[in-house]
């Protein structure tokens, strides 16, 4: 049975065990779990496989960005890993997008969601402008969300911030949320944010929270406490 929660965790940690401890502790009615870049690259498909084992639903978010033929051959090998979410890079552009939703479109059986990465949440206007973009974040996530769409993905990696702004003009995509921190928690790296309960009551459809959740010294108890934020 599908899982109902909208609550995603981030396993971003450099080995199969601690991922798995932190697995352990976690329970599959109540979250999915988001395999990144350095967990992967670590401990491959594998990793994958046993949380799914485990009962996890797997975002696998490694934002696949390369010519059109490299990324949807990567979004093919992801499906057939049986993941439940997997990502692109809307600034790979329309045709590279459009060509992830065509491959997975041949292929039979359960397909991922195919999400597409806007601006990371990381980032802030000047970060913007370091790159040669001089606009707000907000304008460049509905300028990709329009490519997106157009390419017809399920959804878009955004801040929960934009969720209002997203959900007038593009009502039909799924919007997953990193950024989030509970009231009272360290920003990190993170720049455009919102706690669990806002996002959600902006259009959040998905809440990918990683660090308040996994360097806390209960992190069961710090998921439970997400949860009844959520359901309050
Ligand atoms: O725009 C983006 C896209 C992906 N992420 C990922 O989400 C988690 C967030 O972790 P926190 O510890 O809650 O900050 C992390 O795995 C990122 O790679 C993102 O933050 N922003």
Request: charged share 20%; proline share 6%; hydrophobic share 45%.
């Amino acid at each position: 049975m599908s899982c109902q929660t909208p609550i995603i965790v981030a396993l971003d940690f450099p080995s199969r065990d601690a991922a798995l401890d932190l697995a352990a502790r976690l329970d599959p009615a109540l979250c999915r779990v988001k395999v990144g870049k350095e967990l992967f690259t670590r401990c491959g498909p594998a990793i994958v496989e046993t949380l799914q084992a485990q009962g996890f639903e797997v975002f696998l978010d490694l934002k696949f960005h390369d010519i059109p033929n490299t990324t949807a051959m990567a979004v093919k090998a992801a499906a057939e890993l049986g993941v439940w979410m997997v990502n692109v890079h809307c600034s790979g552009g329309l045709r590279m997008m459009a060509a992830c939703r065509e491959t997975l479109d041949t292929l039979n059986g359960p397909k991922p969601l195919l999400i597409g990465v806007t601006v990371l949440t990381s980032m802030e206007r000047s970060d913007l402008a370091g790159i040669g973009l001089d606009v707000e974040p907000q304008a460049q996530v509905l300028r990709l969300a329009g490519l997106a769409a157009e390419a017809g993905l399920d959804g878009l990696v955004c801040s929960a911030q934009e969720a209002p702004a997203l959900k007038a003009v593009q009502p039909q995509l799924q919007l997953v949320t990193p950024g989030i921190r509970p009231a009272g928690s360290a920003q990190d790296d993170q720049r455009r944010i919102l706690t669990p309960r806002q996002a959600l009551d902006v259009g959040s459809d998905y809440l990918v929270i990683g660090r308040p959740i996994s360097q806390a010294a209960d992190p069961a108890a710090a998921l439970a406490a997400v949860v009844a934020e959520l359901r309050g």
